[in-house]
C-alpha cells in the first residue's frame, strides 16, 4: 500500500506525484507552502496555516484555484485516504505546496503538463520529521551564528512562506560543519539583530519576560504567535524587541518554536552555556501547558520516536561530514 497526494484535485500515489521540469518552481524556486502536524490525529491550527499560505499567494500574485474552504476540505480528504497506512501512535504531518506552474514560454509547447498553478497535498508521519531531535529536550540546541546573513524584507518577504531557501541551506552548511553537535543557525538581519532559526523562531527570557524579535525581517511563525497564547494564559509578560547576541548569552533561558517539535530548549549559545546550560523554568511551564491544552505530552510523544531515528541520516540542521 503507498500513501496518497492530493493533486490538483484528484488523489495520485506518492511515488508519481511528479513536477514537470518546466514549473516554475524549478526554474525560480517560486512555490509557496505550508506543513502542520496533529495531535492525537487532530490537526492543529490548521485554518491559520491555511489563512497564511493564501497570504503568501496574494504576496506574491499566485492566485489559488480553490478557496480556502476547500482547500481545509481537501487537507481532511488527504489525511482520511491515508489514515489506515497510518500507526495508532502516528501523528500527520501535511504539507501543502503550490507553485505557479509551466513558464509562459514553455506551456504552448510542452505536451502532457496541465497548464496554471499546482496544488498538491502530501501526509505523513510525523515521527520522519521529529524522532532525530528527541534527545535535545534533554540536553537542548547550540544556537550558533553562521557568517549568512538573513535577508531582509526589502529584498525578500520573509512573512511568506517560501521555498526560494538557499541562504538557510547555507547557513544550516555553514553551521553543521562546527565542532560539537546539535548546532542549529541562528541568523542576525542586515542591522546586526537576531531574526530566526533556519525553521524556527528563537526566544529569550530574562527577569520573567518572555522576549521575540520584532516580526519585521523574520517568518512570523505559527507557533511563535501559540506562545503568545500560552503566556497570556500563563499570566507571563511576552514582548517583541530587538536582541542583540549580547542578551543571548545573558539571557536566563532561551528556546525554539517550530509546527513540528512545538518548543526546544537552547542551552548553549555559540558554545557557551546559557544560565545553568538547562532547560529553564519558564520554557519548560510553555512545554508543559502546551501539552496539556492538545492533550499529547509532546516532549513524551517524540521522545517515544527516537527509536526510529537513523543518526547516520542528515537533517535540516545537520549535513554529512
Same mark, same amino acid.
Given at each position: 500500500?503507498?500513501?496518497?497526494?492530493?493533486?490538483?484535485?484528484?488523489?495520485?500515489?506518492?511515488?508519481?506525484?511528479?513536477?514537470?521540469?518546466?514549473?516554475?518552481?524549478?526554474?525560480?524556486? &517560486?512555490?509557496? @507552502?505550508?506543513?502542520?502536524?496533529?495531535?492525537?490525529?487532530?490537526?492543529?491550527?490548521?485554518r491559520?496555516?491555511?489563512?497564511?499560505?493564501?497570504?503568501?499567494?496574494?504576496?506574491?500574485?499566485?492566485?489559488?484555484?480553490?478557496?480556502?474552504?476547500?482547500?481545509e476540505?481537501?487537507?481532511?480528504?488527504?489525511?482520511?485516504?491515508?489514515?489506515?497506512?497510518?500507526?495508532?501512535?502516528?501523528?500527520?504531518?501535511?504539507?501543502?505546496?503550490?507553485?505557479?506552474?509551466?513558464?509562459?514560454?514553455?506551456?504552448?509547447?510542452?505536451?502532457?503538463?496541465?497548464?496554471? +498553478?499546482?496544488?498538491?497535498?502530501?501526509?505523513? +508521519?510525523?515521527?520522519?520529521?521529529?524522532?532525530?531531535?528527541?534527545?535535545? @529536550?534533554?540536553?537542548?540546541?547550540n544556537?550558533?551564528?553562521?557568517?549568512?546573513?538573513?535577508?531582509?524584507?526589502?529584498?525578500l518577504? %520573509?512573512?511568506?512562506?517560501?521555498?526560494?531557501?538557499?541562504?538557510?541551506?547555507?547557513?544550516?552548511?555553514?553551521?553543521?560543519?562546527?565542532?560539537?553537535?546539535?548546532?542549529?543557525?541562528?541568523?542576525?538581519?542586515? &542591522?546586526g539583530?537576531?531574526?530566526?532559526?533556519?525553521?524556527?523562531?528563537?526566544?529569550i527570557?530574562?527577569?520573567?519576560v518572555?522576549?521575540? +524579535?520584532?516580526?519585521?525581517?523574520?517568518?512570523?511563525?505559527?507557533?511563535?504567535?501559540?506562545? @503568545?497564547?500560552?503566556?497570556?494564559?500563563?499570566?507571563?509578560?511576552?514582548?517583541?524587541? *530587538?536582541?542583540?547576541?549580547?542578551?543571548?548569552?545573558?539571557?536566563?533561558?532561551?528556546?525554539?518554536?517550530?509546527?513540528? @517539535?512545538?518548543?526546544?530548549?537552547?542551552?548553549?549559545?555559540?558554545?557557551? +552555556?546559557?544560565?545553568?546550560?538547562?532547560?529553564?523554568?519558564?520554557? *519548560?511551564?510553555?512545554?508543559?501547558?502546551?501539552?496539556? *491544552?492538545?492533550g499529547?505530552?509532546?516532549?513524551?510523544?517524540?521522545?517515544?520516536?527516537?527509536?526510529?531515528?537513523?543518526?547516520?541520516? %542528515?537533517?535540516?540542521?545537520?549535513?554529512?561530514?
Amino acid at each position: 500500500m503507498e500513501r496518497l497526494v492530493w493533486w490538483n484535485g484528484e488523489f495520485v500515489k506518492e511515488s508519481e506525484a511528479k513536477i514537470s521540469i518546466y514549473d516554475s518552481a524549478l526554474m525560480f524556486g &517560486d512555490m509557496i @507552502f505550508e506543513m502542520t502536524r496533529s495531535f492525537n490525529k487532530k490537526q492543529f491550527k490548521l485554518r491559520e496555516h491555511l489563512e497564511r499560505l493564501y497570504q503568501s499567494a496574494k504576496h506574491i500574485h499566485l492566485d489559488i484555484p480553490i478557496t480556502i474552504d476547500e482547500m481545509e476540505q481537501a487537507v481532511y480528504d488527504t489525511i482520511e485516504a491515508n489514515e489506515h497506512l497510518f500507526g495508532d501512535d502516528d501523528e500527520h504531518r501535511i504539507m501543502i505546496d503550490i507553485s505557479r506552474g509551466l513558464l509562459g514560454i514553455y506551456e504552448a509547447n510542452v505536451r502532457g503538463v496541465k497548464p496554471g +498553478p499546482n496544488v498538491i497535498i502530501a501526509d505523513f +508521519p510525523l515521527r520522519w520529521t521529529v524522532s532525530a531531535m528527541a534527545h535535545l @529536550f534533554d540536553s537542548g540546541i547550540n544556537a550558533v551564528i553562521p557568517s549568512q546573513r538573513n535577508i531582509p524584507a526589502d529584498l525578500l518577504e %520573509p512573512k511568506v512562506k517560501n521555498r526560494s531557501r538557499i541562504h538557510y541551506l547555507m547557513a544550516n552548511i555553514e553551521v553543521s560543519k562546527m565542532k560539537g553537535k546539535d548546532n542549529w543557525a541562528l541568523l542576525l538581519d542586515p &542591522d546586526g539583530y537576531i531574526s530566526e532559526g533556519t525553521d524556527d523562531n528563537f526566544f529569550i527570557v530574562k527577569d520573567g519576560v518572555i522576549i521575540t +524579535p520584532e516580526g519585521r525581517n523574520i517568518l512570523r511563525g505559527i507557533s511563535r504567535d501559540y506562545i @503568545f497564547e500560552l503566556a497570556d494564559q500563563l499570566d507571563i509578560p511576552c514582548v517583541e524587541r *530587538n536582541i542583540e547576541p549580547y542578551d543571548v548569552m545573558f539571557a536566563d533561558e532561551a528556546f525554539m518554536t517550530a509546527t513540528p @517539535f512545538c518548543i526546544l530548549p537552547v542551552t548553549r549559545f555559540n558554545h557557551n +552555556p546559557i544560565a545553568d546550560g538547562k532547560m529553564g523554568e519558564i520554557t *519548560n511551564l510553555l512545554l508543559d501547558t502546551w501539552s496539556d *491544552n492538545v492533550g499529547v505530552d509532546i516532549a513524551g510523544q517524540i521522545k517515544s520516536y527516537a527509536k526510529d531515528a537513523d543518526s547516520n541520516s %542528515p537533517t535540516p540542521y545537520e549535513f554529512k561530514k
